[in-house]
């Protein structure tokens, strides 16, 4: 099994990232997925959840309006569109599966 998160980086506030997990090594289509973010000195937590049939399952309060999450399962692949980043959602940012599966995680950094 493998989760690779991509499409990290610096981005001033304001801007906007969108990451991908792309997954292999069991059924995507039949899992809900995972958004999770990690900030320095804090604890894990669940920014965004999509059920297998592309439903959002939840969202964190701080970032309704600014973040979507969606997937497709042709590509075996979770999204993460964050727009109108703030200094706050620095961190790095990790998928999940259902299964309990993670990927490695990747930086974003909101700064000007």
């Known amino acids: 099994v ?3 998160e991509s499409g990290g980086g610096l981005v001033q506030p304001g801007g906007s990232l969108r990451l991908s ?3 292999s090594g069991f059924t995507f289509s039949l899992y809900t997925m995972n958004w999770y973010r990690q900030a320095p000195g804090e604890e894990r937590e669940l920014v965004a959840s999509i059920n297998n049939s592309g439903e959002t399952a939840y969202l964190k309060d701080s970032v309704k309006g600014r973040f979507t999450i969606s997937r497709d399962n042709a590509k075996n692949t979770v999204y993460l569109q964050m727009n109108s ?3 706050e959602d620095s961190a790095v940012y990790y998928c999940k599966s ?3 599966y993670w990927g490695q ?3 974003v950094t909101v700064s000007s």
């Open 2 to 4: 493998q989760l690779v």
């Open 21 to 23: 997990c792309t997954t």
């Open 85 to 87: 980043l703030k200094p």
């Open 98 to 100: 259902r299964q309990g």
């Open 105 to 107: 995680g990747t930086q």
